[in-house]
């Protein structure tokens, strides 16, 4: 209570001591407007000049509606329109930002990282601040723009209009960074947008050097815009280029009562509703109406200068040497040349002057398979020919072929399948505008560009010979690229990152430009070779950046000591379809036209003979000039080849423990998205996946796209140069926000360019991954893993990422089951190298074979019986999702029945077999029996030595014995009567003469 006295005390007095405010002292303004549109224009002292007065009356204002236009201001006292004297300018019911030394009031910048920690380099090693990368990446004020370069961060620009009508917004921007998505949206004031088709816009990229121009429609009340760079390039390594806005123009926001000054370096006439830019080597101050030249002699400046800068002493950074094209005499000289534009001066006693020409000496040769074709520029040969760059081209003799390729050793000028560029966002940014500079032996990125200059080179090859594919699970190399490289980077500060070198490649279906390799610092000459793998059209870049980071959003120094340079010394390709030919090759099948003869795809030529043999069964050969067996190359496990030229799924499968399985039900195309993610502001993503499985209708044609390409086409919805094309691939989706608003997908990438194995054998390593990814598994699972690699590096995979799809046999899964990602990394990775996908459906279960089924039997109604035939737990019924039914034939005696039957017939068996043996037995013993009768005497029985006759009497006495017609079972009745001579009288018959018969 005390203190609210005591200001109030000093108040008073202050107060007191303010003199009495006079007619000047007071100033118009207008109050708040009422429901009906209407204001009051009142008198309004001075803050803290003075105090009481008598002010005028309040009398009624304009139409809350109204303003005046483009180069007029609203005149308080008269509360009629005037135009804006020179030095200044207006919009009239508008504002224009263009000036950048700082954020603008009324500007607000935020900066968010996603949360990647999981997707991207963990478990690299490498550890980054992206709160601190993000604050450096965000908007910055730079001058004649205000930039901003992508991170894996969102950026935002945001501004809050409070338009009284309705009215427009636009801006000029510069945007060309395929790792990055530039969006522009208006909402209302609860942060919603307001659902119109055109509060919304994804501005294309923009061409290096040019700014493109976006003009949106607003409506009246608050109106908050917000300009965002979302990078969404995760881990891969960036080629950084900024994001520029450099002017924005909002109408509506009501009137205003005076003009604005123009800024320094800038100038305007009477009723202007915009400043013009002082040229080169004038300058101005800030309300100027016109600009004051710099002393030619001693001072310079840029465009747009706030002020002349003195003229430092030349020195040798202040010229470079070139080589003038040859001559028709065969004869080029070295020459030296100063930069553009020239900033020091000569007449002073320190300065330097740069050497004079060089005398003419002979050209240096063309590079090889070049010649020289009007005297001075040196092109390809022409098909069929060959040469070594020295002296005209020779046609390759017979039964031989050129043998294509690129051989860059010589730099007098840039080869003709070769394009440079330097592009900067400063009017004299790049010292040379042609960007690299050819020197002789080698080509430089040239000296005195600006910090924020990146100069690129290109060189365009139509293809390569041969085909595509995989031996030993990886991709067969069809080229090789090899260059020789120095860079030297002399800045070293804590703000900024030294110069970078980027090789990049660009295919058409990897959609945009991937960094390769890149190099930061200083590196001493040295190669490095690249394998290619694709044999479609190709296009390789160099891009030289000097600064990164921090240095990028100050205002260069044209004076500026820092000497960063790249220098290319040469390059090499081989393999190529187009180029030159500096030697032929023999041709063992004679040549055609400017090839040799191939074999069919799918043959080899053999060894001894020169004939074409075609490759063993499952083998895949990738040119039609394989010399020997070795050419042909076998598949991979569980792959099959397509007529010798690839290898591929064909959906069947067996594995080690001869159990088949088909997964024909996998074929197509198929889909699973990510978690869900969230930046820090709630902004929600998610990566999504595109992935075929087996067939060869889907190989390598699974799409991913970036349709932000959209606003580029109004007839296709991807631009060719954003799709990717593989087995599997990624792409991150932002979902929309409003029914109206459209989702985006951007960023896409490859991750498995072609499929290495297909195996059922789950190792120990396999298995101890899926445990710790959280698969929910156990060794008796039946497992079939489809592999795929992409050779495409990143900065954490140096030696490119591998996706394993897991199909899991579940045969309690209906339909094709479910697709699930690692519940401990639920994107699908926990390194960033290798994916991991687990597919559980009853598809993935093998093929149930006849032994392997249940079989239950049904009742015997009315002679039929139902069979049923159920498979084990994991096997999958053939041709049906039920269990096998079928119908027979039956009887009604139960199988009780049957074996009593068969036992009964076999004991019958048995005794009749007894019987027969003991008849056969007993008549045997009986003819032996009336032998001993019939020899006896007197009824006595022989004597124990002799058998009751004489062996020589034998045949002469008896012929035969003949019994009485007694049936077998009456002797075997008989044998049991009680008799006392046991013995039955027999009739023997006399032996008759052989005369007689």
């Given at each position: 209570m005390l203190l609210f006295v005591l200001v109030s005390f000093l108040v008073t007095v202050k107060g007191d001591q303010l003199p009495t405010c006079q007619p000047s002292n007071f100033h118009y303004e207008y109050t708040e407007c009422d429901s009906e549109g209407s204001r009051w224009r009142v008198s309004v002292p001075k803050p803290n000049v003075c105090v009481g007065g008598n002010p005028n009356p309040p009398v009624r204002g304009k139409d809350c509606k109204f303003t005046c236009t483009a180069g007029t201001f609203l005149d308080m006292e008269s509360q009629d329109c005037k135009s804006c004297p020179a030095g200044t300018y207006s919009l009239g019911g508008g504002v224009r930002f263009d000036e950048w030394t700082q954020i603008p009031k009324g500007f607000e910048v935020k900066s968010e990282s996603f949360s990647t920690e999981n997707l991207f380099g963990k478990g690299s090693g490498e550890k980054e601040d992206n709160s601190t990368t993000c604050t450096l990446a965000g908007w910055k004020p730079r001058f004649f723009s205000v930039a901003a370069y992508s991170k894996d961060c969102i950026s935002s620009l945001i501004y809050t209009a409070n338009l009284v009508r309705a009215g427009r917004v636009k801006f000029e921007y510069q945007y060309e960074d395929d790792n990055s998505v530039f969006h522009f949206v208006v909402q209302n004031d609860q942060c919603m947008s307001y659902g119109d088709k055109g509060s919304s816009h994804w501005p294309s990229s923009t061409k290096a050097n040019e700014w493109g121009s976006v003009t949106v429609n607003l409506k009246s009340g608050v109106n908050i815009l917000k300009w965002k760079l979302i990078g969404i390039g995760g881990s891969k390594v960036k080629f950084e280029k900024l994001a520029r806005i450099r002017l924005i123009e909002i109408e509506g926001v009501g009137y205003t009562s005076e003009c604005n000054k123009c800024p320094a370096g800038t100038y305007s006439l009477a009723g202007n509703s915009s400043c013009i830019s002082c040229p080169e080597n004038t300058f101005s101050v800030k309300g100027s109406t016109k600009c004051t030249s710099c002393n030619s002699k001693t001072e310079y400046s840029v465009a747009s200068s706030a002020k002349c800068t003195k003229k430092p002493a030349c020195q040798e950074k202040d010229y470079f040497q070139y080589s003038t094209p040859c001559d028709d005499k065969q004869q080029t000289r070295k020459m030296y040349k100063w930069k553009e534009p020239k900033i020091c001066r000569e007449d002073v006693k320190e300065a330097k002057t740069f050497p004079a020409s060089g005398q003419p000496e002979a050209c240096p040769p063309c590079n090889p398979g070049m010649w020289r074709t009007n005297g001075s520029h040196c092109d390809f040969c022409p098909p069929s020919y060959y040469g070594d760059g020295s002296k005209a081209c020779e046609k390759c003799p017979i039964n031989t072929a050129p043998l294509y390729g690129i051989q860059f050793?010589?730099?007098?000028?840039?080869?003709?399948?070769?394009?440079?560029?330097?592009?900067?966002?400063?009017?004299?940014?790049?010292?040379?505008?042609?960007?690299?500079?050819?020197s002789g032996d080698?080509?430089?990125?040239?000296?005195?560009?600006?910090?924020?200059?990146?100069?690129?080179?290109?060189?365009?090859?139509?293809?390569?010979?041969?085909?595509?594919?995989?031996?030993?699970?990886?991709?067969?190399?069809?080229?090789?690229?090899?260059?020789?490289?120095?860079?030297?980077?002399?800045?070293?500060?804590?703000?900024?990152?030294?110069?970078?070198?980027?090789?990049?490649?660009?295919?058409?279906?990897?959609?945009?430009?991937?960094?390769?390799?890149?190099?930061?610092?200083?590196?001493?000459?040295?190669?490095?070779?690249?394998?290619?793998?694709?044999?479609?059209?190709?296009?390789?870049?160099?891009?030289?950046?000097?600064?990164?980071?921090?240095?990028?959003?100050?205002?260069?120094?044209?004076?500026?000591?820092?000497?960063?340079?790249?220098?290319?010394?040469?390059?090499?390709?081989?393999?190529?379809?187009?180029?030159?030919?500096?030697?032929?090759?023999?041709?063992?099948?004679?040549?055609?036209?400017?090839?040799?003869?191939?074999?069919?795809?799918?043959?080899?030529?053999?060894?001894?003979?020169?004939?074409?043999?075609?490759?063993?069964?499952?083998?895949?050969?990738?040119?039609?000039?394989?010399?020997?067996?070795?050419?042909?190359?076998?598949?991979?496990?569980?792959?099959?080849?397509?007529?010798?030229?690839?290898?591929?799924?064909?959906?069947?499968?067996?594995?080690?423990?001869?159990?088949?399985?088909d997964f024909a039900k996998f074929r197509g195309f198929h889909e699973v998205s990510g978690a869900t993610l969230f930046t820090g502001s709630g902004t929600q993503y998610f990566h999504h996946f595109n992935f075929s499985l087996c067939g060869e209708e889907t190989m390598g044609q699974t799409l991913c796209a970036n349709n932000v390409s959209l606003a580029k086409s109004k007839h296709h919805l991807f631009d060719e140069d954003e799709r990717v094309k593989s087995q599997v691939c990624r792409m991150i989706v932002i979902p929309p926000k409003g029914p109206r608003d459209k989702g985006i997908s951007a960023q896409p990438v490859s991750l498995g360019d072609y499929l290495i194995e297909v195996t059922g054998n789950t190792s120990q390593d396999l298995f101890k991954m899926m445990k710790d990814e959280g698969f929910d598994q156990t060794s008796s699972d039946i497992f079939t893993h489809f592999i795929f690699k992409t050779d495409s590096t990143t900065k954490a995979c140096q030696i490119g990422r591998k996706v394993i799809i897991t199909l899991h046999c579940d045969i309690s899964e209906k339909g094709n089951g479910t697709i699930e990602l690692p519940s401990k990394c639920p994107d699908g990775t926990c390194d960033g190298c290798i994916f991991h996908m687990m597919w559980h459906s009853r598809h993935a279960c093998p093929r149930c074979e006849r032994a392997d089924y249940e079989v239950v039997k049904g009742e015997c109604i009315n002679g039929k019986q139902k069979v049923h035939y159920y498979p084990p737990k994991h096997c999958m019924i053939e041709g049906g999702e039920e269990p096998l039914l079928r119908v027979v034939k039956?009887?009604?005696?139960?199988?009780?029945?049957?074996?009593?039957?068969?036992?009964?017939?076999?004991?019958?068996?048995?005794?009749?077999?007894?019987?027969?043996?003991?008849?056969?037995?007993?008549?045997?013993?009986?003819?032996?029996?009336?032998?001993?009768?019939?020899?006896?005497?007197?009824?006595?029985?022989?004597?124990?030595?002799?058998?009751?006759?004489?062996?020589?009497?034998?045949?002469?006495?008896?012929?035969?014995?003949?019994?009485?017609?007694?049936?077998?079972?009456?002797k075997f009745k008989g044998i049991g009567k009680k008799d006392d001579n046991p013995f039955e009288s027999i009739q023997l018959t006399d032996k008759k003469a052989m005369s007689t018969l």
């Open positions: 050793r010589w730099w007098n000028e840039l080869p003709p399948n070769m394009k440079s560029i330097c592009a900067s966002s400063e009017d004299h940014g790049c010292s040379t505008k042609g960007g690299w500079l050819p080698h080509i430089h990125s040239g000296l005195g560009h600006s910090d924020d200059a990146y100069l690129m080179m290109t060189m365009k090859i139509s293809g390569f010979h041969g085909s595509e594919g995989v031996v030993d699970g990886k991709a067969v190399k069809v080229g090789e690229i090899d260059f020789v490289f120095e860079l030297t980077c002399d800045k070293e500060s804590d703000t900024s990152e030294p110069c970078q070198l980027f090789f990049m490649e660009q295919t058409e279906d990897r959609g945009g430009t991937s960094v390769v390799q890149s190099w930061k610092g200083s590196h001493s000459k040295q190669s490095y070779r690249y394998a290619i793998t694709r044999t479609g059209p190709v296009t390789f870049s160099w891009a030289f950046q000097k600064t990164t980071h921090g240095d990028m959003f100050s205002h260069s120094d044209p004076t500026n000591d820092i000497d960063d340079m790249a220098k290319i010394y040469s390059i090499d390709v081989n393999n190529t379809l187009d180029g030159g030919a500096s030697r032929c090759e023999p041709c063992p099948r004679g040549s055609e036209g400017n090839e040799c003869v191939p074999c069919e795809f799918g043959k080899y030529i053999e060894t001894n003979t020169t004939q074409c043999q075609e490759c063993p069964h499952n083998t895949v050969i990738h040119t039609t000039h394989g010399h020997g067996i070795e050419s042909c190359k076998a598949c991979g496990e569980g792959l099959t080849a397509i007529k010798h030229k690839a290898c591929f799924s064909n959906c069947l499968y067996s594995d080690h423990m001869g159990r088949k399985f039956c009887s009604t005696m139960t199988i009780e029945m049957y074996i009593a039957i068969g036992l009964a017939a076999f004991v019958a068996v048995i005794l009749v077999t007894i019987l027969l043996y003991c008849w056969n037995r007993n008549r045997s013993l009986e003819y032996k029996y009336m032998k001993l009768v019939s020899g006896s005497k007197d009824g006595e029985l022989p004597a124990a030595e002799t058998c009751g006759y004489d062996e020589e009497d034998e045949d002469e006495q008896f012929d035969t014995v003949e019994f009485k017609n007694k049936s077998f079972f009456q």
